[in-house]
């Protein structure tokens, strides 16, 4: 009796699946002890402080008064420069491990009812806000006259 059985070299179907899902769960802990969280949300907490930003002054034209969002390290509130009533107001706290810092300005921001951003003593200005979060920084920029909220 001829006997025919062959040399086998390389990896089985069933080991090379175990060496990939091993590389994929290795590769996911690597990058989760890379960052931490508030890096990862420190591009969207600066996007929801632009969108803030843009709707206070959307709020300050629409509904013809002064508004106000008043920064501080923690987080900020928009509200009526007059108090009187109904007036739209909001508190945003930032995540942990996130602090805010303005430069430029002295904060509170307003914006008058054509939407141009204002000192609280009524002086046009431009803004820039800086999230920090560890070593990563981003900026929200209101620019002076058309009130124009970026982040670069």
Not at 26 to 38: A, D, F, L
Not at 69 to 89: M, R
Not at 106 to 118: A, E, M
Not at 121 to 149: F, N, P
């Amino acid at each position: 009796m001829l006997n025919l059985k062959k040399s086998q070299t390389g990896f089985s179907l069933v080991e090379l699946v175990i060496i990939i899902a091993t590389l994929g769960v290795v590769s996911v802990v690597v990058m989760m002890r890379g960052t931490t969280p508030s890096a990862m949300t420190l591009p969207s907490q600066a996007q929801t402080l632009a969108s803030d930003i843009r709707h206070t002054q959307t709020l300050a034209y629409t509904s013809g008064r002064r508004m106000r969002i008043a920064l501080s390290q923690t987080g900020y509130s928009v509200s009526c420069v007059d108090g009187a009533s109904p007036c739209p107001s909001a508190s945003v706290l930032l995540q942990k491990g996130v602090t805010l810092t303005t430069s430029g300005i002295v904060t509170p921001l307003d914006f008058n009812s054509l939407g141009q951003p204002l000192t609280s003593a009524g002086a046009s200005t431009a803004a820039s806000y800086t999230l920090v979060s560890g070593s990563d920084t981003k900026t929200v920029a209101v620019a002076a006259l058309t009130g124009l909220v970026t982040v670069p």
